[in-house]
């Protein structure tokens, strides 16, 4: 969390500056609208469309408020359901059922659903991402000529029951159990105790029909791990006999989404019930998959279920947007005393260093995770319209590791961007002093409805060490299929050069040469602003984290240490070396996006913003690169007045730059804190 | 705010540890009464009294949800009355007015009341506090006579009608006019335009009958600056002739009180409404005041009204504790799955080296900002229970030069503790998981009520600010008086060591000698346990980022800039003075309680939350310690290292450290997260 946070100390030198300002400085104003163009990407008519939708229906925002909690639930309901009428909630349904059999698509709508009220964005994304998602993925074909239609147009609704009280993050330890009884040719689903109770499940309270229940499943008493069920949760309204439902009550935030609990006593199912595309039971009571390992397919299972994740950072980010441009509007026409308190001369607060600081680095941060965002949609999209599997068959073992990297891409980004939506939704909300406090200027609901994010997919800890065990899966593909305590001994064993090597990450010392001629002393004499610079900086902090993390592991495994042990204290260094990792891709996808963007105002501001994250993401870990000989105290401190003076030279833009967001005033609804721009 | 983050990447070396255990390691458990008592201070019986009081009214927590606004304020209300009854809310007011005349109390009472609710704290401070205590502090004998008791009592509601919605912190440049009219013998109260209502105010929307307003003095055509007067706002429940009231509506957080905003039309008020402690206005048109300064008067007045700003950063950690009680009694019995995914042995959340890291540090942080606040308090108990002024005699220098120490200390105590609460409550959450988002459990309050207190006395820069100012005008002192830019110049002209030694700021040099003989090399061979070492590294780094700040003030001057040009650009230099000087007085006071403390369990475990604090400072700001040659790679990494230590030390101690917060069960107010602790 401390990665692009402004250090304690700063050492600007801009007192002393004297020399002759830029020959010829960047632009004071970028054409708003190309760049809002590039930032919609290949879906801005659909972006577009989605937005005019939401500002129809921007009253939400105030009935959030000014709603008792079930009105406010219903409100919601209603316009999830003529949101659902446009198409633009279902568009990765495939074709047949109302759909677009467009991945790509299904997040961009999303996304830009998530810049109004996010209860209705949750609701959506319960009722036709999870819910919907989870039929289409891991059901087959009957079950989606059964349910899909009636899905997409919301008519009918439901649930995706995994998450149990009693387990966290820890999915595939939880304990509904479905037995197969073939008496009946039914599975039974029970909930062994109340602490295994399914919880905080979306549209349980009050609106679900129907329910994805995962449960250990038994067939002839022998478990096989966790699979998905559809059970019945309620009829007519009241809940299904055997069902017991409990509302979560009054949350945090996003009250328009009736999450509650579910508990499940001997409820009898048909078999058709069980989600069989990985796993089929036969009326005999015979249990098949294709994977036959079972933690292997419930991790399948899971990863056809990653577009939520995605969905969710592309959401943060989109609530990081609506802050910023309140915050950075704000900034643009509010006067403050002067300095030394004197009432001479007020100065707009965005004139003042230190509120540039406060704001510019994370406006800079929110366009790299913009393009991160963007490259993993893209990713994702690729990933899923490739030619589908046969409907359980085994897929080729490249593509397997590819879909595992993309997880792990979805998962990093997806802690990367909560967490950036948390801090720069405080300090936004901070810039905008005693105002920012009342809920007609919008902070309120940004600071309570997207915190949820944080937390939404697991804890974020949890996310980065499944980056950290995806590099390290990496390093072992090469060398076949093993168990994870192999993988360990393993990665343990190796050099840790070959280790990295082997990786396909190119020890960056070779790349360095290339770019930057001059031996040893490459960081000591490259410009700050060379993007070639930088991405060596980072590229070297990655591959030096994560040797760290290996020599870690082999030490604690030569010192006969259990694996799980070893991986327990090793944790810190795999979460260092997943940031390192996910900051690294995230840093080149912006420079890559700088370098193909055609020259123009458009690329100057991209350039600005793109030098502006990469530095204050080296000066915010500075004292690790100092540890580690990369920087000099004097280069350290170049650093900072390198960001100072970007952060300078952004200021003229920094209105157009959230402007370009595009984000329709009628959700800003700042009517406090914001009068007509004025840049 | 990167204060006491943990560095993006970890340097722990856990693994390769092999070497024996420390001897005699710490106990694993401490005596929680005698630590309470401890904490509770100079007025645990009092603090008793409070906590049982809003046990018992508990339910006011979950009226907070339940409750339609107008409901809620009245229940809100309500509590107030019956908290008045019992006189813990006016402890402050002298005794012949209900009072006990006891500041120390009066701040000690409103602490405890911070573990509840916070409406009912807020409008408690707004009543109490805010209105009582501007009566109290800026009126004279006929306003106290006439008010104080029944202000005391809860029967005569009233507001603190400063903040305009035009201006923010700027508070000498508010724009409300109060105009002498000899012919009436009667003041006028204009709001000129319809910026400069008065917004934000508690009290106003519903309940206030009567409002100190805050407006520009003008006498026979001459204005005098900023004077408080006694204006009716409400009678019979209907806004009073002239005024115009319109409530804030839904806020973020604290709907229980009622702000609003107030503008005035010409509303004559009598000549005695003006609260004349420090300027009078005769019958006949003139105005007098022993302060002849119109700046230094107004602040003069504001200095009075200190208490509000002490009281909330108390508020501030009280809410931290309670975020910390709940967090680390759920990482002491939820068990999360191996990290390395296998489903053998789950482990307590707080046995992980990553979970302590989130936790303990800022536990450790909140131990020190404890006794600084007590010190605090000490210190205006002492300055306000000192023999009043003659009702508005000039007080002697000294004492003015210690009560502008103690309101330094108060806007930067009020700063630190205000930030502090919101990063504790936001990790605590996260590392509660998803449950962590349910209202039931206390966080949905947490996150949402205690963050108005972040802008409450002004944005924390500019409070800061104030207290860079204050430690330039500690140089100044000693010459005599000097208005502010003669000020800037006259530190500029200094020499930097002069500066410093002048202060009384001893050169850290010459003390470090006394104990840690070794010449040069002090830090590079001291151990890092010994407080003396921590101490000389904050104390070097305030006066290294003082005298920093103190040249470039003077090389902005020598430049030929204005004042308050050069004052705006040294901006962020001065805020990281204030910065290091507030936290070296944080660790002084740490360590002297440690030190005072009798040997035995408690003392052990506040010296481990002593080291512990003291080392992620240094660690969180490393880098600058890098830079600035006062850590090598080596001695910076095993910094780290030490923290790590000293968690893995802490870890057996952390339930017994929160539970010596004495939070009553009824107010964690966490039934899905806590069961009875066990440690």
């Given at each position: 969390?401390?990665?692009?946070?402004p250090p304690?100390t700063?050492q600007t030198?801009?007192?002393?500056?004297?020399g002759?300002?830029?020959?010829?400085?960047?632009?004071?104003?970028?054409?708003?609208?190309?760049?809002t163009?590039?930032?919609d990407g290949?879906h801005?008519?659909l972006?577009?469309a989605?937005r005019e939708?939401?500002a129809?229906?921007?009253?939400?925002l105030v009935?959030?408020?000014?709603?008792?909690?079930?009105?406010?639930?219903?409100?919601?309901?209603?316009?999830?359901?003529t949101?659902?009428?446009?198409?633009?909630?279902?568009?990765?349904?495939p074709v047949?059922?109302?759909g677009?059999g467009?991945?790509?698509?299904?997040?961009a709508?999303?996304?830009?659903?998530?810049?109004?009220?996010?209860?209705?964005?949750?609701?959506?994304?319960?009722?036709?991402?999870l819910?919907?998602g989870?039929?289409?993925?891991?059901g087959?074909?009957?079950?989606?000529?059964?349910?899909?239609?009636?899905?997409?147009s919301?008519?009918?609704?439901?649930?995706?029951a995994?998450?149990?009280?009693?387990?966290?993050?820890?999915v595939a330890?939880?304990?509904t159990?479905?037995?197969y009884?073939?008496?009946t040719?039914e599975?039974?689903?029970?909930?062994?105790?109340e602490?295994?109770?399914?919880?905080y499940i979306?549209?349980a309270?009050?609106?679900?029909?129907?329910?994805?229940?995962?449960?250990?499943?038994v067939?002839a008493?022998?478990?096989?791990?966790v699979h998905?069920?559809?059970?019945p949760i309620?009829?007519d309204?009241e809940p299904?006999?055997?069902?017991?439902?409990?509302d979560d009550?009054?949350?945090m935030?996003?009250?328009?989404?009736d999450?509650g609990?579910?508990w499940?006593?001997?409820?009898r199912?048909p078999?058709?019930?069980?989600?069989?595309?990985?796993?089929?039971?036969?009326?005999e009571?015979?249990?098949?998959?294709?994977?036959?390992?079972p933690n292997?397919r419930?991790f399948?299972m899971?990863?056809?279920?990653?577009?939520?994740?995605?969905s969710v950072?592309?959401?943060s980010?989109?609530?990081?947007?609506v802050?910023?441009a309140?915050?950075?509007?704000y900034?643009?026409?509010r006067r403050q005393?002067?300095a030394?308190g004197?009432?001479?001369?007020?100065?707009?607060?965005?004139?003042?260093?230190?509120?540039?600081?406060?704001l510019?680095?994370?406006?800079a941060?929110?366009?790299?995770l913009?393009?991160?965002?963007?490259?993993?949609?893209?990713?994702l999209?690729?990933?899923f319209?490739?030619p589908?599997?046969?409907?359980?068959?085994?897929?080729?073992a490249?593509?397997?590791?590819?879909?595992?990297?993309?997880?792990?891409?979805?998962?990093?980004?997806?802690?990367?961007?909560?967490?950036?939506?948390t801090?720069?939704?405080q300090?936004?909300?901070?810039?905008?002093g005693?105002?920012?406090y009342?809920?007609?200027n919008?902070?309120?609901?940004?600071?309570a409805?997207?915190?949820v994010f944080?937390?939404?997919?697991?804890?974020n800890?949890v996310?980065l060490?499944l980056?950290?065990?995806?590099l390290?899966?990496?390093?072992?593909?090469?060398?076949?299929?093993?168990?994870?305590?192999?993988?360990?001994?393993?990665?343990?064993s190796?050099g840790?050069?070959?280790t990295?090597?082997?990786?396909?990450?190119?020890?960056?010392l070779?790349?360095?040469k290339?770019?930057?001629?001059?031996?040893?002393?490459?960081d000591?004499?490259?410009?700050?602003?060379?993007?070639?610079?930088q991405?060596a900086?980072?590229?070297?902090?990655e591959?030096?984290?994560l040797a760290?993390?290996a020599?870690?592991?082999?030490?604690?495994?030569?010192?006969?240490?259990?694996?799980?042990?070893?991986f327990?204290?090793?944790?810190p260094?795999l979460?260092?070396?997943?940031r390192?990792?996910?900051?690294r891709?995230v840093?080149?996808?912006?420079v890559?996006?700088?370098?193909?963007?055609?020259?123009?105002d458009?690329?100057?501001?991209?350039?600005?913003?793109?030098?502006l994250?990469?530095l204050?993401?080296?000066?915010?870990?500075r004292?690790?690169?100092?540890?580690h000989?990369r920087?000099?105290?004097?280069?350290?401190k170049?650093?900072t007045r390198?960001?100072?003076?970007?952060?300078?030279?952004?200021?003229?833009?920094?209105?157009?730059?959230?402007?370009?967001?595009?984000?329709?005033?009628?959700?800003?609804?700042?009517?406090?804190?914001?009068?007509?721009?004025?840049?």
């Open positions: 969390m401390a990665t692009d946070a304690l700063a030198d801009q007192t002393g500056q004297t002759p300002p830029t020959p010829a400085g960047p632009p004071d104003r970028v054409d708003v609208e190309a760049l163009t590039l930032l290949p801005g008519d972006r577009r989605v939708r939401i129809e229906h921007a009253s939400i009935y959030r408020e000014e709603l008792p909690t079930p009105e406010f639930r219903e409100r919601v309901l209603q316009l999830v359901r949101l659902a009428e446009t198409g633009q909630t279902s568009l990765g349904f047949a059922y109302g677009a467009d991945v790509g698509a299904s997040v709508a999303f996304e830009t659903l998530a810049l109004g009220d996010l209860s209705v964005l949750v609701k959506v994304g319960v009722q036709f991402g819910f919907g989870a039929v289409l993925q891991l087959t074909q009957r079950h989606h000529d059964r349910y899909l239609a009636r899905i997409a919301g008519e009918l609704l439901g649930c995706f995994m998450t149990e009280t009693g387990h966290g993050s820890n330890a939880l304990e159990v479905a037995t009884d073939p008496d040719d599975f039974v689903i029970t909930t062994p105790r602490e295994a109770g399914k919880d979306g549209n309270a009050a609106h679900g029909e129907l329910a994805v229940v995962f449960a250990q499943l067939v008493s022998q478990a096989h791990g998905a069920l559809l059970v309620r009829v309204g299904a006999p055997g069902v017991r439902i409990e009550g009054h949350k935030g996003l009250n328009g989404v999450n609990r579910l499940f006593t001997d409820v199912v078999r058709e019930v069980l989600l069989d595309r990985f796993a089929q039971v036969s009326a009571g015979e249990y098949r998959s294709p994977i036959e390992n292997k419930f399948t899971l990863g056809t279920l990653i577009q939520g994740r995605v950072s592309g959401a980010l989109s609530a990081s947007k802050a910023l309140i915050a950075v509007r900034a643009l026409q005393f002067g030394d004197s009432d001479a001369g007020e100065e707009l607060l965005l004139d003042y260093g230190l509120h540039q600081r406060r510019l680095p994370l406006l941060r929110t366009y790299a913009h393009f991160a965002q963007e490259e993993l949609v893209a990713q999209h690729d990933s319209t490739e589908a599997g046969d409907g359980g068959g085994d897929v080729d490249e593509r397997q590791a590819a879909r595992r990297r993309l997880e792990s891409r979805a998962a990093g980004t997806n802690a990367l961007a909560t967490w950036h939506a801090r720069t939704i300090e936004s909300r901070e810039a905008c005693g105002a920012g009342l809920a007609v919008r902070f309120a609901a940004l600071k409805d997207p915190d944080t937390t939404f997919e697991g804890d800890h996310l060490q980056v950290a065990k995806g390290l899966t990496d390093y072992a593909q090469a060398f076949g299929d093993m168990d994870r305590i192999e993988l360990v001994r393993y990665v343990a190796l840790v050069e070959t990295i090597e082997r990786a396909g990450v190119h020890t960056w070779e790349r360095i290339d770019v930057l001629p001059g031996g040893d002393d490459w000591q004499e490259a410009g700050l602003l060379d993007s070639d610079y991405r900086m980072y590229r070297y902090r591959e030096h984290t760290a993390a020599r870690r592991l082999k030490r604690g495994i030569d010192g006969g240490l259990a694996a799980g042990e070893v327990s204290r090793v944790q260094h979460i260092a070396a997943a390192a990792h996910l900051e891709q840093l080149e996808v912006f890559e996006r700088v370098r193909a963007t055609p020259d123009g458009v690329k100057v501001a991209l350039g600005l913003l793109c030098d994250h990469a204050s993401g080296i000066e915010a870990d004292a690790w690169f100092l540890e000989g920087l000099s105290s004097q280069r350290s170049a650093i390198e960001v100072d003076s970007l952060n300078r030279q952004l200021r003229p833009l920094a209105g157009d730059l959230v402007d370009a967001f595009a984000i329709p005033p009628e959700l800003l609804r700042a009517p406090a804190l914001l009068a007509p721009a004025s840049p």
